[in-house]
């Protein structure tokens, strides 16, 4: 089997309207460095992650899925998926566990 | 005062090598999942936030003082940061508090 490496980042932030308590706690902290002029800081989460797949497509509709399923809430989360980068690799069933 | 107001975003990462336990969880969910090929994952934050400022160079110091001081821990995380977009404004103490 023929396959190629997909790495993708899943970014998942809070949705406009709900609490971020995480972000405020951010700009409490501003005053202690003597930062100004920063302002909506919102915190979130970044999942990178690797999927093998036949095609870009294949790979990205597993990472949605995982990313709705899993890596958010959509009650209060909303995510974005981002292709990083890929990797042709050769996978063979065969081949596994032979040393080379 | 002229500024501009910048959107970026910072990305945290635990460097290579570091344990990622909410990585390990998510790859011990798939099989619940019944999703397969998904491997390396890595769960780090994402900040997102808006800085006033006359340029983006001016902007971005701020970023990553905030991302090297307290958004991220230098001994275990690294991190990027991505210029989202910007958005040209106004901000003048003395018309700030006066009604338009």
Chains 1, 2 share one sequence.
Do not use: C
């Not at 899925?65 to 690799?89: C, F, K, M, R, W």
């Not at 063979?92 to 080379?100: F, K, L, T």
Request: proline share 5%.
């Amino acid at each position: 089997m023929s396959a190629t490496d997909h790495r993708f980042a899943v970014n998942v932030r809070p949705k406009p309207g709900i609490l971020d308590p995480q972000g405020r706690a951010v700009e409490g902290s501003l005053g202690h460095l003597a930062i100004s002029g920063v302002s909506d800081v919102r915190v979130g989460r970044r999942v990178e992650l690797t999927v093998a797949a036949a095609d870009e497509a294949a790979a990205r509709a597993v990472v949605e899925q995982l990313a709705s399923e899993l890596l958010s809430n959509p009650l209060i989360e909303a995510y974005d998926v981002e292709l990083l980068g890929a990797t042709s690799s050769v996978v063979s069933d065969a081949v596994a566990g032979v040393p080379a």
